[in-house]
């Protein structure tokens, strides 16, 4: 158990919807970050957060925005999905740039 | 643009066996390059991290080495064990203000009985 947290672990919708996934970092650290994992391209980062604030972003779509909360839970927004974004989602944390704990993850299936 | 590249793609060996997993990267400037153990569906583990400076760094039966001139490091697995069959990610990170890591597509590792 990594101490990172991730709701929900499955998630079923339709295109054009919208969703939103949750993550909670290990106590203490204030760096989050999120990564879209599909079967055909690896690991791919979409953005990073530190301390509330946006500190690097990725390959994130338009369609995608995250925040993080004062309590430095943040959350993952994908609205007008397409099939195309069914993926693993998964959020690690870290004190700042040591080590990176993930979480296990979100799957997101869009039919 | 930044790169990292890993060999093989899959591997199998049979239990008890040593291997050595590849990864080459273009990533510039250099921060630090991650070793991660990745089982099926579930989230990727640290095994070992390196900066500029370190040319190796052991956590159990797990090696990395780093060599930052060729731009080269490598994943050394001893005495194989049957729960080491998973995809091991090298991330190769950008120094700068901003943090921006680079996933290789990972070796996906096999160990049979």
């Known amino acids: 158990d990594s101490g990172v947290t991730q709701t929900p672990k499955h998630l079923i919708t339709a295109t054009g919807q919208r969703v939103t996934l949750r993550c909670s970092p290990r106590s203490g650290d204030l760096s989050v970050y999120w990564y879209q994992q599909s079967l055909d391209q690896g690991l791919q980062f979409l953005i990073q957060?530190?301390?509330?604030?946006?500190?690097a972003k990725g390959n994130i779509l338009e369609r995608f925005s995250a925040q993080q909360f004062p309590d430095l839970h943040s959350e993952l927004n994908l609205s007008s999905l397409e099939l195309g974004d069914s993926a693993l989602y998964f959020c690690a944390s870290s004190v700042d740039r040591g080590a990176q704990y993930f979480g296990p993850g979100t799957r997101l299936l869009v039919l | 643009k930044n790169q990292v590249e890993q060999s093989p793609q899959s591997l199998i060996i049979l239990e008890g066996k040593n291997c050595t997993l590849q990864?080459?990267?273009?990533?510039?400037?250099?921060?630090?390059l991650r070793w991660y153990k990745q089982d099926t569906g579930r989230g990727p583990v640290s095994l070992t991290i390196m900066t500029f400076s370190e040319n190796t760094k052991s956590n159990g039966r797990y090696t990395a080495t780093l060599d930052a001139d060729t731009k080269q490091s490598s994943l050394h697995i001893t005495a194989s064990q049957l729960s080491d069959s998973a995809s091991y990610i090298c991330v190769v990170s950008e120094a700068g203000g901003s943090y921006i890591p680079t996933f290789g597509r990972g070796t996906s590792l096999i160990v049979h009985p």
């Open positions: 990864c080459n990267y273009t990533v510039s400037p250099f921060s630090n």
């Open positions: 957060y530190y301390n509330g604030e946006e500190r």
